[in-house]
């Protein structure tokens, strides 16, 4: 009987000791997919008019009608095993970019706000109109070491792609000092007017693309509001009614910039 009562006390300290390593394992895995969920989410490309991400997963009820309105098949689900929020749109540029629909239809599309059509929006004469130049899904990127602009070859492909031409993306002619002879042709982007279309990354020649969309909190960097621009008015405006503030006397803050730079003191 002694014996029996033993083997049946190891039998129950074997079954809580694999017990406690499954919930172990369990917990380990399930802690991996979440980071590794959350880190994929983090560049995911959402819809014009979505909510900061937070808001978008709050709000987005995974019913999929943005999905079925886009004319371009552009957005798609994310799907079991992707690593992905379950069931929330997405779009990848060098597969299938947003090609600007004037009516934006996935907007008036979502049943529950996750997209939010103040935020594509303008008013005019009172009435609020849909305007995909506000959108914005996240901000192209330049990879200067890969662009082959960046090389000395002529290559235009991402700025004649861009739907906003001379505003989300800009040429800038700058003399090639290898050559001597050519000048390149730089593509610049201006993140205040990229929308993030990515019709730019679907353009690019290279293998891998040299231009690519990112979320904009992702790719832009944040200056704090303890920074002025001196030059903007509207932003100096916010010194106003602070005290404390002097400004520093030199020799060379007494005179204009442009007194300095012509008269060669830098």
């Avoid at 995909?132 to 899904?137: E, F, P, R, S, V």
């Avoid at 082959?148 to 090639?176: H, M, S, V």
């Avoid at 200056?223 to 030059?231: E, H, L, M, P, R």
């Amino acid at each position: 009987m002694m014996k029996e009562l033993q083997s049946d006390e190891r039998r129950r300290v074997i079954l809580g000791s694999l017990q406690g390593i499954g919930v172990a394992l369990a917990s380990s895995l399930a802690w991996s997919a979440f980071v590794s969920e959350n880190a994929k989410a983090s560049l995911l490309l959402r819809p014009p008019g979505a909510k900061p991400e937070k808001e978008f997963l709050r709000s987005c009820i995974r019913c999929g009608l943005c999905v079925n309105a886009c004319p371009f098949e552009t957005l798609k689900l994310a799907s079991a095993g992707s690593g992905l929020p379950l069931g929330t749109p997405y779009f990848v540029p060098r597969s299938t970019p947003c090609y600007m629909c004037e009516d934006i239809p996935c907007v008036p599309a979502c049943p529950s706000g996750a997209l939010e059509s103040d935020l594509v929006s303008t008013l005019i004469e009172g009435k609020k109109r849909l305007e995909i130049k506000k959108a914005q899904m996240g901000v192209a990127v330049v990879d200067q070491n890969h662009c082959i602009a960046f090389w000395g070859i002529q290559c235009d492909a991402c700025y004649r792609a861009c739907p906003l031409l001379d505003e989300a993306i800009t040429l800038e002619y700058k003399r090639n000092d290898r050559t001597g002879k050519h000048s390149f042709l730089l593509p610049v982007v201006n993140s205040d007017t990229c929308t993030g279309c990515g019709l730019c990354e679907r353009a690019c020649v290279t293998e891998k693309a040299a231009i690519f969309v990112l979320p904009r909190e992702v790719a832009l960097g944040r200056v704090g509001s303890n920074y002025i621009k001196g030059w903007d008015e509207k932003d100096e405006g916010r010194l106003e009614g602070v005290g404390g503030i002097e400004k520093t006397q030199t020799k060379r803050s007494e005179k204009e910039v442009k007194d300095y730079l012509n008269s060669g003191e830098l």
